[in-house]
C-alpha cells in the first residue's frame, strides 16, 4: 500500500531525514516513533505528498507520488499534528465542502454525499452536533471531526501525526478503535505518536527514528528485548532517561 524508496530531506548542508526505505502492508497498523525534532513529521509529509523529498519515490497503492500527484493523494487520508479547520463553517458544512474538493459529489451525487456525511458525523460521535459551528468544539470534539474529514472520501491509507494529544480516556479510545477498524477492512494506518503505550497496543510494526534515521523496525516483539518494555527500548536508543506520557485507558 505504501512504499519509498531512498527518500531524503535535506536543507541546505543540513539532513533532516536520511535516505530511508519503506514498505507497508494493506491491513497494517504501523508505527512511526521518535523525540521532536527525529525527522517524524517531514517524513510523513513526505509521504503524504506535502512536502517533496530531495531525493527517492513514494508510491501509493501503486501510485507515483511524483508522476501522478492527485492520483496518490486521492488515495490517501492525511492528518497533519496541526491539522486547520474551518471555525465559521458547521461540522456538516465542512464535510460537504471536503467531499466536493475530492469529486465526491459527482461520483455518489449530492444525496449520495449527504448520507455519507451523515454516516461519517454518526461514527464519531457527532451527528447530534453537525448544524453546530465547529469554534463551538471541544479539543475532543475538533480531533473527531479532522479524523471524519480525513476518511470520507475511503482512502486506502490513512497517515496520522500526533492524534492522541489532548484527548481524554473515551476520545483516545475511539481513536484506536478506529484504526483497527480500518486495518480490518484492508486499510492502512501510518501513525506519529510520542504516546507509547498506545503504539504497542495498536500497531503491528513499529519504526524508532532518530536523528532522521530508522533505528530499529519491526513488530513489538521484534524489536523489544525479552525482559524490556518499548518504553525502555525508546529511551535506549533516543538516550532520555523517561518518557512521559499521555494518560490512556
Known sequence: MLRARQIQKRYGSFQAVHPMDLDVAAGEVFGFLGLNGAGKTTTLRML?????????????????????????????GFIPDRPYLYDKLTAREFLRFIGEMYGMDVKFGRDGLTAKIQAALDEQLLGNFADQLIESYSHGMKQRITLASALLHEPRLLIVDEPMVGLDPRGTRQIKETFRRLAGEGRTVFLSTHTLAVAAEVCDRIAIIH??????????????????TLEELFMDITGVASVVEEPTP
Not at 506535502?50 to 527517492?56: D, E, N, S
Not at 536523528?211 to 524490556?228: C, D
Open 211 to 228: 536523528h532522521g534515521r530508522i533505528q530499529v523496525l519491526g513488530t513489538p516483539a521484534e524489536i523489544v528485548p525479552a525482559g524490556k
Open 48 to 76: 503524504g505528498g506535502v512536502l517533496p523529498p530531495t531525493q527517492g519515490t513514494v508510491e501509493i497503492d501503486g501510485i507515483d507520488m511524483a508522476v501522478d500527484p492527485v492520483g496518490a493523494r486521492g488515495r490517501l
